[in-house]
């Protein structure tokens, strides 16, 4: 499972890297934004149904549909492209959608799969080696976009930031060819998946009727235990903010205001993913249940991460944009992990898809709202995307705030249930 989802990882990374790269470079801007927010507009309706596919089919057999639907998706324009020359934003677009929802299928699919097969005293460590693995291969993406994208200058590129020599001249490649790399890396976690062998330890029961009332269920189980809908929501909130940044402000922000290329961009994705991993390792270590909940672990991680867009705001340092990122990756992750914990804890696996899949739902609107604010001409002229940065840290001010408030009940919650 890990070996397939690294290699998988590490193509689409790189495309998705270069997807919102290809728009900025080309001065579409706007486009790609209305584009993001329709993308993720339609994301509000197929969330939820990916969640009840999630419950009641075999995640193995998900995993499987997944790959070679993409791997067929990436052939066909990739294959247009070499045959014409150059890709139409329509049909880059149209990759773009197809990886969301890719995304939002693949994630609840992985983290269900992953529950359903593991023991539950290892939960915690589950989750941090599935944050690992998965920036591991955001690092190589990030490598591999920086290379890509940009080429080499006079034998070097540029590797977290600084020169690394490679002893040759390399063209930046065309967004056909990317696309053609990560079709074959599908066909790759395909042929893994395939071989995989496993006993679940959580039995599922089979489920009947519509999609609606089998989501419904999902619906029931959180408003039954309202504490645990409060926390998932509210707690979901640097995710937000970290995927409007990274797919849709930070190349703006990066051409616009640091007056960069496109290997900072790729940079500064691997520096978030560098911190990440640091997550991935630490996390447990930082905050220790012993001491610190999972609910004010995340709390403190959510006003971390509003002075963070803060501090973007008001710099123009490249190095310091490489730092904020850097702790970025750490907070996100880290708030990631431990509200992955906290869910496997008091969600059934039956349950879990379709839960994750209404928690979605509340992320998908507010990224709908973000995006298109920042579509806006106003936040495309000069260097006004540094507004947005701050608008992001006020909302993350809030969230942190609404946590606060219902703390104690679910901190309550928490000893009762375990």
Avoid: C
């Avoid at 969330?47 to 089919?57: A, E, N, Q």
């Avoid at 149209?94 to 969301?100: C, I, K, Q």
């Avoid at 996390?283 to 610190?292: A, L, N, S, T």
């Avoid at 006020?394 to 408030?405: D, H, Q």
């Amino acid at each position: 499972m890990f070996l397939a989802n690294s290699i998988s990882g590490v193509a689409q990374g790189i495309s998705m890297i270069a997807i919102p790269w290809y728009f900025t470079r080309s001065g579409d801007t706007s486009l790609f934004g209305y584009l993001y927010a329709v993308i993720t507009l339609v994301s509000l309706f197929w969330g939820p149904f990916s969640g009840t596919l999630v419950d009641k089919y075999d995640r193995k057999k998900i995993f499987l549909a997944l790959n070679f639907f993409m791997a067929i998706v990436l052939f066909s324009v990739s294959i247009y492209g070499f045959s014409k020359g150059e890709v139409p934003w329509e049909l880059v677009g149209f990759v773009y959608l197809a990886t969301f929802m890719n995304y939002n299928l693949h994630y609840p699919n992985l983290y269900a799969f992953a529950q359903e097969i593991t023991e539950k005293r290892f939960y915690g460590k589950i989750t941090s080696y599935l944050e690992i693995q998965g920036q591991v291969a955001s690092v190589l993406a990030g490598a591999g976009a920086a290379l890509l994208l940009e080429g080499t200058k006079d034998g070097t590129f540029s590797f977290f930031g600084f020169p690394l020599e490679v002893g040759q001249d390399i063209a930046p490649w065309g967004i056909h060819q990317i696309f053609l790399i990560d079709g074959i890396t599908y066909v790759l976690s395909f042929i893994i998946i395939f071989l995989i062998q496993y006993r679940a330890l959580i039995p599922r029961a089979e489920e009947s009727g519509a999609v609606f009332e089998r989501l419904k269920v999902g619906y029931d189980f959180l408003m039954n235990h309202k504490s645990i809908l409060i926390f998932g929501i509210a707690s979901y909130s640097i995710f937000v903010t970290v995927l409007v940044a990274s797919f849709y402000t930070n190349p703006i922000y990066v051409e616009k205001h640091l007056l960069a290329s496109g290997d900072v961009y790729a940079s500064s994705e691997m520096y978030y993913s560098l911190g990440a991993i640091l997550a991935g390792v630490a996390i447990h270590y930082i905050f220790r249940e012993k001491y610190i909940s999972i609910t004010m672990s995340i709390i403190i991680m959510t006003f971390m991460t509003g002075a963070l867009f803060f501090v973007l705001n008001f710099t123009q340092s490249i190095f310091l944009f490489y730092g904020m990122l850097l702790i970025l990756g750490l907070t996100n992750a880290g708030s990631r992990i431990q509200r992955v914990t906290y869910l496997f804890r008091k969600v059934p696996n039956q349950y879990y898809g379709r839960a994750g899949s209404i928690f979605f739902v509340t992320n998908i609107l507010f990224r709908v709202f973000f995006v298109t604010l920042f579509a806006i001409p106003f936040f495309q002229e000069k260097n006004n995307i540094i507004h947005s940065m701050g608008i992001m840290g006020v909302f993350l001010v809030l969230s942190g705030i609404v946590l606060s408030i219902f703390y104690s009940r679910i901190k309550m919650s928490n000893e009762i249930n375990e």
